[in-house]
C-alpha cells in the first residue's frame, strides 16, 4: 500500500491502552494507517525520520477560548509578572495611549488584583490614559475596569445614572458613584459599546491565536461560549471560524459552544410544540472534523479569584460575601432542561459549590424527564466541590473540565480565597479519576497561559507560583495528566471515536517532543520543548526541524 506519510524511527507514546507504544507510525488521508507491522510492505510519498525523537498524541485544550486570546494578543498585556504593581499598570496604559490616534480606545487585558495590590480605579486610569476611553478585562473575564470617556461613550456621561445589573455588580464609593470595576453580568455596560469588534479583526485574531496554539502542541480546541454572552462577540462568530478555515488562518480543529443567549423558540415543528435552539435546527454535533458545533454554554456563577463564584459558605478573606449567580436557579434550570430535551450537550461554568448544586439539580432532572442515551453534560471548571458532589456528578454520567494550571498561575489567590479548610475542595482532579470520571485537560487561556505542557506540569506537581503545596493529595501521574489532554479532552466532547489516541482510523495529530514527559524530572515538565506539531499527517508546526524524505 503507498501511503501519504510514513513517521519512523519514533518513540510513540500512543495514548492506546491494548498497544501503548509504538516506533513507526504511516498516515493516509490524515489517519493513522497503522503501526509498526501493521506499515509491513507500505511505502509512503514523504517519510519522517523522527531520529528517537519522544511523540504523543496532539493536545486537545478542553476549555480555551481561542478567538478571545486572539483578540487580546493585540491588545495591552498587563499580566504577571510583567506587571507586578498598580503602578507598572498605570505606566503600561499611559505608553499606549500616547500611541494611540485621537479617539481610540485604550484595551487592556489580564490584570490580577490579588497580584498588584488591588484593582485599577476609573479616575486613576483617567489620569494615565488622559482622559481616554479606556477599558482593562481581568484575567478571569469575568470583570474589568471602565474609564470615566468609557462610561461616557457606553451612555453614561452622567455617573450617577449608572445602574445596578441584575446577575452582576458595580464596583461604587461611599457616594455611589462607580469606581470603574464592573463584575459578571455589569460587563455588558461596556460590551454595549465594544462589541461586536469588527469581523475581519476577528477572522484575524482567531489566525494568530491558532498559530501561538501550534507552537504549543495543541492541534484541537474546545472553545466555551460563541455568538453572545460573557465570552462571545457577535452572532457570526461561528461564520468568522468558518472564514478564517477555508483562508488557511485556522489550523486547529475547533469545536464551538454557541451560549445559551443565542439560543430561542424558533417555531413549532408540530403544533403545539415549539423548537428551543438556532435557527434551521442547528444542534450539537453539526460540523466536520475541523469545524463542529459542541455544547451549548451556559454561565452560572462568576470567578473565584475575583469573589464572585457561588458558595455555599462565605469567602474566607472577604466573610460579607459568597458570591452570586449570574442568573436565578430557576432561569438556570429551565434554560438546561430545555437545552437537553432538544437534544444538545449542556457545558454549564459553575466555580463555587453553591452554583454546582444548582447545575446537579438541572441535569438530573433534565434526564429523569427527558431521557437520552450518554448525554454526557459538562461542568466547566466545577472549581469548588465537595465530597458529596464528587460522587453525585459522577453518578450522573457528567464530565468535569477542570483547570490544571490555574494552580501555577492563580494558585495563590485561589487560597487566600477559600483558606486551608476549604482549599481541599479546590480544582480536585485526583478525586474525579477515583470516582471513575473521565477527565478531560484545559487551561481556559486567555485566563492563564494555554500551554498544554504547563498544564500537565501543574497537574503532576500541584505548587501555586509562590511555590506553595496546593493540595498534593489531588495531583495526579504523567501519565494520567498527559491521557487528560487528549483522550480525555476528545471524550469530553463526544469526540473519541475521532481522536485522542494514535489508533488506526483516528486522525492523525500528534506532537513530536524534545522530552518524554514520563522520563523527565516531574519539576521540568513545563520546560519540554515542542519541537514539531502535525495535524492530519501534516506538519503544521517545526516542519524545518523533521528530517524528511
Request: proline content about 6%; charged content about 25%; overall charge negative.
Amino acid at each position: 500500500m503507498r501511503l501519504d506519510v510514513l513517521y519512523v524511527d519514533g518513540d510513540i507514546t500512543t495514548g492506546d491502552p491494548g498497544r501503548p507504544r509504538a516506533r513507526r507510525l504511516g498516515v493516509w488521508r490524515g489517519r493513522v494507517a497503522g503501526l509498526d507491522d501493521d506499515l509491513a510492505g507500505c511505502t509512503a510519498d514523504t517519510v519522517v525520520d523522527l531520529r528517537g525523537a519522544p511523540v504523543v498524541p496532539g493536545f486537545h485544550d478542553a476549555h480555551q477560548h481561542l478567538s478571545m486570546r486572539g483578540q487580546r494578543l493585540r491588545q495591552v498585556d498587563l499580566t504577571s509578572p510583567g506587571t507586578a504593581t498598580l503602578e507598572q499598570l498605570y505606566a503600561r496604559v499611559a505608553e499606549r495611549a500616547a500611541a494611540l490616534e485621537p479617539g481610540a480606545w485604550v484595551l487592556g487585558h489580564g490584570y490580577d488584583q490579588n497580584k498588584i495590590g488591588g484593582h485599577p480605579t476609573r479616575e486613576a486610569l483617567d489620569r494615565a490614559a488622559g482622559g481616554r476611553a479606556v477599558w482593562l478585562s481581568h484575567n478571569s473575564g469575568h470583570m474589568g475596569v471602565l474609564s470615566t470617556e468609557g462610561f461616557a461613550r457606553a451612555g453614561f456621561a452622567d455617573l450617577d445614572a449608572v445602574p445596578d445589573v441584575p446577575g452582576g455588580h458595580v464596583e461604587r464609593d461611599e457616594r455611589g458613584r462607580p469606581l470603574g470595576l464592573l463584575a459578571e453580568q455589569a460587563q455588558g455596560l461596556a460590551h454595549a459599546v465594544l462589541r461586536p469588534e469588527p469581523f475581519e479583526d476577528w477572522v484575524a485574531g482567531i489566525g494568530l491565536a491558532s498559530d501561538v496554539a501550534l507552537s504549543e502542541g495543541t492541534t484541537s480546541i474546545t472553545e466555551p461560549g460563541i455568538c453572545a454572552g460573557l465570552a462571545g462577540n457577535s452572532p457570526a462568530d461561528l461564520a468568522a471560524y468558518l472564514t478564517a478555515r477555508e483562508r488557511g488562518l485556522l489550523r486547529v480543529r475547533a469545536t464551538l459552544m454557541p451560549a445559551v443567549d443565542a439560543l430561542h423558540e424558533i417555531g413549532d415543528v408540530e403544533p403545539g410544540h415549539p423548537w428551543f435552539g438556532v435557527d434551521l435546527g442547528v444542534r450539537t454535533g453539526l460540523g466536520d472534523e475541523w469545524v463542529r458545533v459542541g455544547a451549548v454554554k451556559v454561565f452560572s456563577d462568576g470567578s473565584l479569584i475575583g469573589r464572585t463564584a457561588a458558595m455555599r459558605v462565605p469567602y474566607a478573606d472577604r466573610p460579607d460575601t459568597s458570591g452570586f449567580l449570574q442568573h436565578e436557579a430557576q432561569w438556570l434550570h429551565e434554560r438546561i432542561v430545555a437545552a437537553h430535551a432538544h437534544g444538545w450537550q449542556v457545558a454549564t461554568h459553575a466555580i463555587g459549590d453553591a452554583a454546582l448544586d444548582v447545575v446537579l439539580d438541572a441535569y438530573d432532572d433534565a434526564q429523569r424527564r427527558f431521557p437520552r442515551p450518554d448525554p454526557r453534560h459538562r461542568v466547566e471548571h466545577a472549581g469548588v466541590a465537595g465530597d458529596d458532589q464528587v460522587a453525585r456528578l459522577a453518578a450522573l454520567g457528567v464530565v468535569p473540565v477542570p483547570q490544571g494550571h490555574f494552580v501555577g498561575e492563580i494558585g495563590d489567590g485561589m487560597l487566600q480565597a477559600l483558606g486551608p479548610e476549604r482549599a481541599r475542595l479546590c480544582y480536585r482532579q485526583r478525586s474525579w479519576l477515583d470516582a471513575g470520571v473521565v477527565l478531560p485537560g484545559s487551561s481556559d487561556c486567555p485566563v492563564v497561559r494555554g500551554a498544554p505542557l504547563l498544564g500537565i506540569h501543574d497537574l503532576v506537581n500541584r505548587r501555586t507560583g509562590s511555590g506553595q503545596p496546593f493540595t498534593p493529595a489531588e495531583a495526579l501521574t504523567v501519565e494520567e495528566a498527559l491521557r487528560a489532554y487528549t483522550h480525555g479532552s476528545a471524550y469530553a466532547d463526544h469526540q473519541e471515536h475521532e481522536k485522542g489516541t494514535l489508533a488506526r482510523g483516528l486522525l492523525a495529530d500528534l506532537v513530536v517532543l524534545g522530552d518524554d514527559p514520563a522520563r523527565v524530572d516531574p519539576t521540568a515538565i513545563a520546560s519540554i520543548e515542542v519541537v514539531a506539531t502535525v495535524v492530519g499527517g501534516v506538519p503544521v508546526f517545526g516542519a524545518d526541524r523533521l528530517r524528511v524524505s
